[in-house]
């Protein structure tokens, strides 16, 4: 059923909840390019045994974490509105119970800047609790990075990621609202930056007249995840995740589901470098606009307008629905 966003008119697509039972079921999703809650899937015994307790003993209280930490219940990526502070996890665990708004997202234990999160490696002592079923194959034959996320009531920015990955809900529920590829240029994403500068949380009164304009033309999609849920977020597609009810814990599995020659090359601890493609278009683009350098203002707004002209044409002719999203192009 679907309900109107609070800072809109526009209704929200409430995502699919598929049961996947072989390689085959999963790999069509994926190639769908939609998001869908993946149903009928067991993730082993930590969604009854990662309470609080629980983690505390086996992570232990002593070791240092870095969390994100907020004094509102939304964090905004454009005013920064959030720190960076170094807890023991004992430390975090007891904050984050208590209600504090503050955030997890794991990183590798050694080399962090080098080295992207592995749970196996980086929490072996419950690792053996989560697995990802064999109909999963596709994600875990290649996958980037499995971050262990703790929240309490906090909603971190709206942003993409350029990998594909699922979203494993353990212990608490989540909210999570979804735009598809098409929706981008409404977004407020900077030049170059994966992170959105538009709190799509926040009520219609906060938001300028050009953000909620730019918001009523964005085709959103939601889900809502339980303990046991597993979501699937294709590639490209923004998201923002609200906690709901109790303490978050979930783990996130990113994969790189298109050919190795698509992503750029070189580090990416975080799997959010664009695609090769898009970082020498980038390139293009400064050259492009250099070449303009000595010649009248004006005449340089003429030419340039046509080359944007010519570069709208070129989206506008992709084979895409209504939604911005492309079948197998987006998955």
């Not at 409430?14 to 993730?43: C, H, M």
């Not at 170094?86 to 665990?93: A, D, P, T, Y």
């Not at 995740?241 to 601890?269: H, I, M, T």
């Not at 005449?299 to 084979?319: M, S």
Request: proline residues 7%.
């Amino acid at each position: 059923m679907n309900r109107p966003v609070q800072s809109s008119s526009v209704a929200l697509k409430t995502a699919e909840r598929i049961n996947v039972r072989t390689k085959e079921d999963f790999d069509s999703i994926v190639n769908r390019g939609q998001p869908v809650i993946l149903t009928g899937l067991e993730i082993g015994p930590c969604v009854s045994l990662w309470t609080p307790e629980y983690l505390l003993s086996k992570i232990g209280a002593d070791r240092p974490v870095i969390v994100h930490s907020c004094p509102t219940s939304r964090m905004t990526f454009q005013t920064k509105n959030f720190s960076y502070i170094k807890q023991s996890f004992g430390e975090f665990m007891a904050d984050v119970t208590a209600g504090k708004q503050l955030y997890l997202r794991s990183v590798a234990s050694t080399q962090p800047a080098k080295h992207a999160t592995n749970l196996y490696k980086d929490f072996p002592a419950i690792a053996a609790d989560f697995r990802l079923p064999d109909a999963l194959a596709s994600a875990t034959e290649n996958i980037h990075s499995s971050p262990l996320r703790i929240s309490g009531p906090v909603i971190l920015w709206l942003h993409y990621d350029v990998l594909a990955n699922i979203l494993c809900q353990i212990r608490g529920t989540k909210r999570l609202r979804l735009y598809p590829p098409g929706d981008v240029a409404h977004l407020a994403y900077p030049p170059g930056s994966s992170s959105s500068n538009i709190d799509v949380y926040a009520p219609a009164e906060e938001l300028s007249d050009a953000q909620r304009t730019e918001l009523l033309q964005t085709h959103p999609h939601e889900a809502f995840l339980r303990p046991g849920d597993v979501l699937f977020i294709p590639p490209a597609w923004s998201h923002t995740a609200k906690p709901e009810e109790g303490l978050s814990v979930a783990v996130n599995c990113f994969w790189r589901n298109l050919d190795a020659g698509v992503y750029a090359q070189g580090r990416d601890v975080y799997g959010n470098r664009d695609i090769a493609a898009y970082e020498e278009g980038r390139k293009a683009v400064e050259k492009v606009a250099k070449g303009f350098e000595g010649v009248p203002k004006d005449l340089q707004r003429f030419y340039l307008e046509r080359l944007v002209g010519e570069l709208r044409e070129k989206v506008e002719a992709l084979d895409v629905d209504g939604n911005g999203v492309g079948g197998e192009e987006s998955g």
